[in-house]
């Protein structure tokens, strides 16, 4: 009985990923990410084909492990699934939005923790807002895709031409 009950469990889950995993030619995607980019192969460093932005509406194509081939329009590329979600009801935020979230993340949404909440707690503790200046100030600052990859070829994390 117990076996039957894991079995059970193990295929209502899967059935719940496969939700999210697109099926069939056609079928429409939305990018989820506050900004990325459509490969022209499936690997993180490959040419842009085009820039994507949240809320941005895909055709999938088809799937190679976690590289999903989509249409953008008129143009063709790669794009990591983590990007984006087939869910149609998929909620955006306007900074970007990801499926799934890190342990600590739901612990403090659990506990109540929002912008609303950080707004308040701003607004509650003047002496601090030296502190979230600097924070907002590191959250704004971006790497060039052309500065991370020296970065990544430097420590040996990526070699050169891949």
């Not at 959250?139 to 050169?160: H, N």
């Amino acid at each position: 009985m117990r076996q039957v009950s894991v079995v059970l469990g193990l295929g209502a889950v899967l059935c719940l990923l496969a939700a999210d995993v697109p099926q069939d030619p056609g079928d429409l995607l939305t990018v989820t990410r506050k900004a990325t980019k459509l490969r022209a192969q499936k690997r993180s460093f490959a040419p842009a084909v085009a820039d994507l932005k949240e809320g941005d509406k895909l055709a999938f194509q088809s799937k190679e492990g976690a590289w999903l081939a989509v249409k953008f329009g008129a143009k063709a590329g790669w794009l990591h699934q983590t990007d984006v979600s087939s869910n149609p009801d998929v909620r955006l935020s306007g900074q970007g939005v990801r499926e799934t979230y890190s342990t600590s993340e739901t612990a403090a949404a659990r506990k109540g923790f929002n912008p609303q909440v950080e707004k308040a707690y701003r607004q509650n503790n003047p002496n601090l807002e030296r502190s979230f200046q600097l924070v907002d100030r590191l959250q704004e600052r971006g790497v060039s895709e052309g500065e991370l990859r020296e970065f990544l070829i430097a420590g040996g994390l990526l070699q050169e031409g891949k």
